[in-house]
Every structure is written in C-alpha cells, then in structure tokens.
C-alpha cells in the first residue's frame, strides 16, 4: 500500500506547496495524460460486477479485489450504504451497462459508526435548512451489510439481484469477511 506523504495528515489547508491540493491533482493530471493511450474499452465492465463501497480513504478496492481498469464499476459513498442514489446508479449499470452482480464493501472503525442522525440537526442549526439526505449512520457494521443488502434485494429497478455479497473490509489486516444474510 502507498501513502501519500507529501501532504501532512495535520495540515487543516487545502495548500500545497505553492497550490492548492486541486492545483496538484490536475498537474497529476498533466503527467498521466502525457503518457495516456486510449485502451479501447467500454463503458461496460469486463467482470460484469458493480461493487458499492465506503468513500473512505483507506480503501483500494481495486487493489484489495485484484481488479484492472475497466473490470468493474464502483460505486462510493459515506459508509457504502445503499442508498436511492446507489440503487440510481445500479439500476443504470444493470439495465444500461450489463453488469448482473452486486458486491457490498463496508469495513471496520468506519466513521458513520461515531457520529449520528443528531448530525442533520446541527447542520440544519448551522445553515438554516435541513438536509434532504439522511445520514445513515450505524453501530453494528454486519447488520448495516445485511440491511444493504436487502435493500438491493428488494429494489423494483434491479433486474439482477441474485448474486448480491456483503462484506466487511478489516483496515487493520486487509482482509474481508463475508456477511451472512441471514
């Protein structure tokens, strides 16, 4: 695993150096265009698999599943919970795109298990106007897989929902335990 040490964890700025953290991204941006060739792929995933995955920063999930550019689509978010959003891009990469299985990725010390819906009320309390969203958050992880998975399951717009997996991504070891749906 890399880390990106050229930037202090501690650092509360959005400066880099002389630029911004985006000024970096888009100069990293330059290199990699420099030596970009078009693969020739499609927008349809080789693998025919979405998987749906925490936003969090400590997870590489094409190195953690052994996955290449253009194997997967991969779907990301504040714990990984199926939301309507996801079920949105599911249903476009099923119907749309071909994929017909569906992996599930949360994992340990995630950090919707520290913070809860009170969350939405301070927001509201902060700027005036309550978010539509909710905030999802959760105490016990497996059950948070299982009610994923679920909601995939049950979900009209989905026409493939017999191979959906949940899994719990350990940050310590690396390692995933599948989640009985039961």
Known sequence: MTTSASVPASSGSAMVGHGTVTDRLVNANEQYAGAFSDPGMDARPVLRVAVVACMDARLDLHAALGLELGD???VRNAGGVVTDDVIRSL??????LGTRSVVLIHHTNCGLESITEEFRHDL??????RPAW???????????VRQSMQRVRTSPF????D???GFVFDVKT???REIDPA
Not at 124 to 129: D, K, L, T
Not at 134 to 144: H, I
């Open 134 to 144: 909710a905030v999802e958050s959760f105490r016990d992880v497996d059950q948070d």
């Open 158 to 161: 989905l026409l493939h929902t």
């Open 163 to 165: 191979d959906v997996r």
């Open 124 to 129: 509201e309390m902060e700027v005036g106007q």
């Open 72 to 74: 997967c689509h991969t």
């Open 91 to 96: 249903t476009i990469s099923q119907r749309a």
């Open 174 to 176: 690396g390692l995933l």
